[in-house]
């Protein structure tokens, strides 16, 4: 009996030694282990600078677009003005030059991709491209809620309004 409770205790032994040898990793399986967990670790952090490098490429693009609005639209007074010089000069000469002026600025406008906001008298007003700065009651003949006069121009890119142009409305 003793010797059976021997050879019991013996295969126990070997069990748990084989129990032990399998649960513990050999020096190739911690090899592989550790290289998919680096290699996951290389794709997060490759995945994270793509996104980076993207986000990065689109903050400048709207940076530059953004930086670029404010600067014209800091000369657009300057073109105000020539508008109504324009209106107010006599003589021919006069208005051909400043008409000049006013063609050249608008190809720079367009050039860097803004366009003027087509507004005429009598067009419904669009509270999205204008800005209404007095209200008149209807006259004779006209419809409510249209432009009755165009004071100073709007102008967009093609994504966003610069300057929303500022008219009068009949009411």
Do not use: H
Request: hydrophobic share 35%; net charge negative; proline share 2%.
């Amino acid at each position: 009996m003793e010797e059976e409770l021997k050879n019991e205790e013996v295969e126990e032994a070997k069990n748990e030694a084989e129990f032990v040898e399998a649960e513990e990793p050999t020096e190739l399986e911690k090899a592989i282990s550790a290289a998919e967990d680096y290699k996951r670790k290389w794709y997060s952090v490759s995945a994270e600078y793509d996104n980076y490098r993207k986000r990065n490429a689109q903050s400048v693009s709207r940076a530059y677009a953004d930086g670029a609005s404010e600067a014209i639209l800091k000369l657009l007074p300057v073109a105000d003005n020539f508008g109504y010089a324009l209106d107010s000069a006599s003589d021919g000469k006069t208005r051909a030059g400043i008409d000049k002026i006013i063609k050249s600025f608008k190809t720079i406008l367009s050039s860097l991709g803004i366009e003027e906001i087509e507004i005429s008298v009598g067009d419904e007003f669009d509270e999205g491209v204008a800005e209404a700065i007095m209200n008149f009651p209807c006259e004779q003949g006209e419809a409510p809620n249209t432009v009755k006069q165009v004071l100073k121009k709007g102008y967009r890119t093609k994504d966003k309004v610069i300057r929303f142009a500022q008219v009068t409305v009949t009411i």
